[in-house]
Nanobody
Framework: VQLQASGGGLVQAGGSLRLSCAASGRTFSTYDMGWFRQAPGKEREFVAAISWSRGITYYADSVKGRFTISRDNAKNTVYLQMNSLKPEDTAVYYC?????????????????WGQGTLVTVSS
């Protein structure tokens, strides 16, 4: 599975962005998908994940109620709708695919990673 993230950019605090992650490969629909982010000088952290079959979602507390993860298996794409953005959301956002079936927040469980897209939120 190859992943290509897009949709990042510069936005003012309180604004919105939608990230997309396009996947290649016929088995996309069997992978749980996740979004992670890494801010400058910080470790990569979990943001959200969605299961491959029933669309079960899982969010980090820091984004719950503001971000929404979704997927369209017909388009081989996963999305991250980000609303009410804060300066602390500034980071490079990565999408990843997990074949373990456990909908994990741990980046070590993910098998494939996209190249990242930069989100900058100005105050």
């Amino acid at each position: 599975v190859q992943l290509q993230a897009s949709g990042g950019g510069l936005v003012q605090a309180g604004g919105s962005l939608r990230l997309s992650c396009a996947a290649s490969g016929r088995t996309f629909s069997t992978y749980d998908m996740g979004w992670f982010r890494q801010a400058p000088g910080k470790e990569r952290e979990f943001v959200a994940a969605i299961s491959w079959s029933r669309g079960i979602t899982y969010y980090a507390d820091s984004v719950k109620g503001r971000f929404t993860i979704s997927r369209d298996n017909a388009k081989n794409t996963v999305y991250l709708q980000m609303n009410s953005l804060k300066p602390e959301d500034t980071a490079v956002y990565y999408c990843a695919a997990d074949g373990s079936g456990y909908l994990s927040p741990r980046d070590s469980e993910y098998d494939y990673w996209g190249q990242g897209t930069l989100v900058t939120v100005s105050s």
